[in-house]
């Protein structure tokens, strides 16, 4: 994986939270916001997914619905 510099800003309880796990793991600070970021993203997509997973699903419950309407009124008794 090819790496890129990218310099930004951030409140300093996020740097000193991030340099005691940077102590406290002995690891990079790049690392552990890489990390972070990752699992932005990872959870980002999955919020995503998961609203498309909903419009489906509502949209397939509108269709069988209108389905079973249909079906009830051609199966309803004396017609």
Do not use: C, W
């Given at each position: 994986m090819r790496l890129q510099r990218?310099?930004?800003?951030v409140p300093e309880a996020i740097v000193a939270a991030?340099?005691?796990?940077?102590?406290?793991?002995?690891r990079s600070r790049s690392s552990i916001l890489r990390e972070?970021?990752?699992q932005y993203?990872?959870?980002r997509e999955e919020m995503e997914?998961?609203?498309?997973?909903?419009?489906?699903a509502d949209l397939?419950?509108?269709?069988?619905?209108?389905?079973?309407e249909a079906f009830n009124?051609?199966?309803?008794?004396?017609v």
């Amino acid at each position: 994986m090819r790496l890129q510099r990218v310099t930004f800003s951030v409140p300093e309880a996020i740097v000193a939270a991030t340099d005691a796990i940077v102590r406290k793991e002995r690891r990079s600070r790049s690392s552990i916001l890489r990390e972070a970021i990752e699992q932005y993203l990872k959870a980002r997509e999955e919020m995503e997914m998961i609203a498309e997973y909903t419009e489906a699903a509502d949209l397939n419950r509108a269709l069988a619905e209108g389905h079973l309407e249909a079906f009830n009124e051609i199966s309803a008794p004396g017609v």
